[in-house]
């Protein structure tokens, strides 16, 4: 046990840094009184997020006259009501670390990662949260699975192992972890957030989106619990196995809907879903 | 050239009995040559009368410009009787959505969708070609050419520049001068004063000296201090503009949703107080008003 609890440690501490400017872009964007002085203040600390606009912003899409140098420049022209959706939709992408990764097709993951996003950010909606707070469940939604990425990049052939036994036996992934690695993606992710020093709500969202029962039922990890559920039902992208769980009482008993009610509830998702892709696209470009 | 004021109003469709004398459709201004030919400046619920009349004699072949896709702008066009019937000609021009990576094109099938709408856009019958704009773009329509420059909003917004018959239109669309976020004494205060001095510059180049000067002028200035970043001017940002741009005659629109005839007149009242001898020669805009540049 204690081997298996050393090799993910030394496997979380090689993950990179989080950039802190994505929860700050996440947070500003959902606040309708977000100022654009401190909008602009956040993205100019973070030297990739800056990249990222100027590209989209110099881009085709936008079609500008000038090519834009500098955030300020990006501020002035597009002012800010289109800055932060820019900004949030590239948040979304910053989130993850990109590259190739052994055993795990990333589009469909990423996929997956944002239709949870979404699905939870929904959720917490339905159930009255205040708008600071649904930028939370995005995050926590968006994260859930962050620790798949830690085992896909630094235990690659246990963990392509592990997609073999999901394949052959039909298996859930969280078990075949379990039984190959000795640990889940979820306990893996949940010491990365401590790494990482995310709020403790989402750790704990990370920690227990497959075991919700024994959560004590916290309404964020009951939603992102049912939303991964939701996505994986509807099949955006993967999550490297396609079993949808029954949801539990808890969470039965929060929404007062099963799972067909609680997607019937949210007829946007696949179209919020979709914009959210076109930014991966664009934030891969080179 | 000559043109017309059919919707004045800003935000929202605003009828009823205290809005008879500015109106109360929402953005739209019909644009004639000497010889007849028609542009369009936005679609928004004032374009609707104005299909009407087209339609007593068709075919009908048209320009039509969309400053940005706000509904006040646009929210005529599904009522925009010539694009229902076969033989007619229109061309709709307006500004990509960057955000969702569309044209022009996505602005009529997004509000004729079905949750929205009992027609869908397929079922027009008129010829309908979309022209998505870039920034500093000029069209040229043989008749006329539409120039468009990429004004401050909440959104992608263009101003359009008119120039036929040897007269220059400008309608601004919907604007706010270009301000900085930052205060004096700020590390990036000089920087993005720069860009601010830069971008103000650019679109005054653009209309400078124009014959017909049309401008946002939705708040006062009270309004304006609480609505800093809206999107909109204020009447003396409107008039400051047009007075530095020396520009011809200037007609203020986009009358705030809110606002009264009465109250519109006093505001007129007063600027002409204030305003005399500046040089500057205002009206507000009027639905339904006809003038010549």
Same mark, same amino acid.
């Given at each position: 046990?204690?081997?298996?609890?050393?090799?993910?440690?030394?496997?979380?501490?090689?993950?990179?840094?989080?950039?802190?400017?994505?929860?700050?872009?996440?947070?500003?964007?959902?606040?309708?009184?977000?100022? +654009?002085?401190?909008?602009?203040?956040?993205?100019?600390?973070?030297?990739?997020?800056?990249?990222?606009?100027?590209?989209?912003?110099?881009?085709?899409?936008? %079609?500008?006259?000038?090519?834009?140098?500098?955030?300020?420049?990006?501020?002035?022209?597009?002012?800010?009501?289109?800055?932060?959706?820019?900004?949030?939709?590239?948040?979304?992408?910053?989130?993850?670390?990109?590259?190739?990764?052994?055993?795990?097709?990333?589009?469909?993951?990423?996929?997956?990662?944002?239709?949870?996003?979404?699905?939870?950010?929904?959720?917490?909606?339905?159930? %009255?949260?205040?708008?600071?707070?649904?930028? /939370?469940?995005?995050?926590? %939604?968006?994260?859930?699975?962050?620790?798949?990425?830690?085992?896909?990049?630094?235990?690659?052939?246990?963990?392509?192992?592990?997609?073999?036994?999901?394949?052959?036996? %039909?298996?859930?992934?969280? +078990?075949? #972890?379990?039984?190959?690695?000795?640990?889940?993606?979820?306990?893996?992710?949940?010491?990365?957030? =401590?790494?990482?020093?995310?709020?403790? /709500?989402?750790?704990?969202?990370?920690?227990?989106?497959?075991?919700?029962?024994?959560?004590?039922?916290? +309404?964020?990890? /009951?939603?992102?619990?049912?939303?991964?559920?939701?996505?994986?039902?509807?099949?955006?992208?993967?999550?490297?196995?396609?079993?949808?769980?029954?949801?539990?009482?808890?969470?039965?008993?929060?929404?007062?809907?099963?799972?067909?009610?609680?997607?019937?509830?949210?007829?946007?998702? /696949?179209? #919020?879903?979709?914009?959210?892709?076109?930014?991966?696209?664009?934030? =891969?470009?080179? | 050239?000559?043109?017309?004021?059919?919707?004045?109003?800003?935000?929202?469709?605003?009828?009823?009995?205290?809005?008879?004398?500015?109106?109360?459709?929402?953005?739209?201004?019909?644009?004639?040559?000497?010889?007849?030919?028609?542009?369009?400046?936005?679609?928004?619920?004032?374009?609707?009368?104005?299909?009407?009349?087209?339609?007593?004699?068709?075919?009908?072949?048209?320009?039509?410009?969309?400053?940005?896709?706000?509904? *006040?702008?646009?929210?005529?066009?599904?009522?925009?009787?010539?694009?229902?019937?076969?033989?007619?000609?229109?061309?709709?021009?307006?500004?990509?959505?960057?955000?969702?990576?569309?044209?022009?094109?996505?602005?009529?099938?997004?509000?004729?969708?079905?949750?929205?709408?009992?027609?869908?856009?397929?079922?027009?019958?008129?010829?309908?070609?979309?022209?998505?704009?870039?920034?500093?773009?000029?069209?040229?329509?043989?008749?006329?050419?539409?120039?468009?420059?990429?004004?401050?909003?909440?959104?992608?917004?263009?101003?359009?520049?008119?120039?036929?018959?040897?007269?220059?239109?400008?309608?601004?669309? *919907?604007?706010?001068?270009?301000?900085?976020?930052?205060?004096?004494?700020?590390?990036?205060?000089?920087?993005?004063?720069?860009?601010?001095?830069?971008?103000?510059?650019?679109?005054?180049?653009?209309?400078?000296?124009?014959?017909?000067?049309?401008?946002?002028?939705?708040?006062?200035?009270?309004?304006?201090?609480?609505?800093?970043?809206?999107?909109?001017?204020?009447?003396?940002?409107?008039?400051?503009?047009?007075?530095?741009?020396?520009?011809?005659?200037?007609?203020?629109?986009?009358?705030?949703?809110?606002?009264?005839?009465?109250?519109?007149?006093?505001?007129?009242?007063?600027?002409?107080?204030?305003?005399?001898?500046?040089?500057?020669?205002?009206?507000?805009?009027?639905?339904? *008003?006809?003038?010549?540049?």
């Amino acid at each position: 046990m204690r081997n298996v609890r050393t090799n993910l440690v030394g496997a979380v501490e090689k993950m990179p840094a989080f950039p802190k400017s994505v929860h700050q872009v996440l947070k500003l964007a959902s606040d309708i009184n977000c100022s +654009q002085k401190d909008l602009v203040e956040v993205i100019k600390k973070d030297p990739v997020f800056t990249l990222k606009i100027l590209r989209l912003v110099n881009s085709a899409y936008f %079609g500008l006259s000038r090519e834009v140098t500098s955030i300020n420049h990006a501020s002035v022209y597009l002012g800010l009501n289109t800055l932060k959706n820019v900004a949030l939709g590239l948040a979304a992408v910053g989130a993850i670390p990109k590259g190739n990764v052994a055993g795990l097709d990333l589009g469909a993951f990423w996929l997956h990662s944002l239709a949870v996003a979404t699905a939870t950010r929904l959720l917490g909606t339905m159930l %009255g949260v205040s708008r600071d707070e649904a930028a /939370d469940y995005f995050a926590a %939604g968006l994260l859930h699975d962050i620790g798949k990425i830690v085992f896909a990049l630094y235990m690659s052939e246990e963990y392509a192992e592990v997609g073999r036994l999901v394949e052959k036996e %039909g298996m859930p992934l969280h +078990q075949a #972890e379990q039984s190959i690695l000795g640990a889940t993606h979820a306990e893996i992710g949940a010491l990365l957030a =401590e790494k990482w020093n995310l709020p403790s /709500d989402l750790g704990n969202a990370i920690a227990l989106h497959h075991t919700p029962d024994g959560s004590e039922g916290t +309404q964020l990890v /009951d939603c992102v619990f049912a939303a991964d559920q939701i996505s994986k039902k509807l099949t955006f992208g993967s999550a490297g196995d396609y079993s949808v769980e029954p949801l539990p009482r808890s969470v039965r008993e929060r929404f007062s809907l099963d799972i067909d009610g609680l997607i019937s509830e949210m007829p946007t998702l /696949d179209e #919020e879903v979709e914009r959210a892709r076109v930014f991966i696209k664009l934030g =891969e470009t080179h | 050239m000559r043109f017309k004021f059919r919707g004045t109003r800003g935000s929202l469709a605003a009828p009823g009995a205290s809005t008879v004398k500015y109106g109360g459709n929402t953005s739209c201004i019909e644009v004639r040559s000497d010889a007849g030919d028609l542009i369009v400046l936005d679609g928004g619920t004032g374009i609707r009368e104005l299909g009407l009349e087209l339609a007593r004699a068709m075919p009908v072949a048209c320009h039509l410009f969309i400053s940005h896709t706000h509904w *006040d702008h646009i929210q005529g066009l599904p009522f925009f009787i010539p694009m229902f019937v076969p033989g007619n000609k229109v061309t709709i021009y307006g500004p990509p959505d960057p955000l969702n990576m569309t044209g022009i094109e996505a602005v009529l099938a997004k509000q004729m969708e079905y949750p929205h709408f009992p027609v869908r856009v397929a079922e027009l019958q008129a010829d309908i070609t979309y022209k998505t704009l870039s920034d500093g773009q000029r069209v040229d329509l043989g008749f006329a050419t539409v120039s468009a420059v990429l004004m401050n909003h909440p959104a992608m917004d263009f101003g359009f520049k008119v120039e036929c018959d040897g007269k220059t239109l400008f309608f601004s669309g *919907d604007h706010e001068p270009f301000y900085n976020i930052y205060e004096p004494g700020d590390e990036d205060y000089d920087d993005y004063e720069r860009v601010v001095t830069e971008r103000n510059a650019m679109i005054m180049d653009f209309f400078r000296g124009v014959d017909v000067f049309i401008i946002d002028a939705q708040y006062t200035e009270d309004e304006y201090r609480i609505k800093r970043g809206w999107g909109h001017s204020c009447f003396e940002q409107a008039l400051t503009l047009a007075q530095a741009a020396g520009v011809g005659k200037v007609y203020l629109t986009h009358h705030e949703t809110t606002r009264t005839d009465d109250q519109l007149d006093a505001i007129h009242a007063r600027l002409q107080k204030e305003w005399s001898g500046s040089g500057v020669d205002f009206v507000l805009a009027r639905e339904g *008003d006809v003038h010549t540049a």
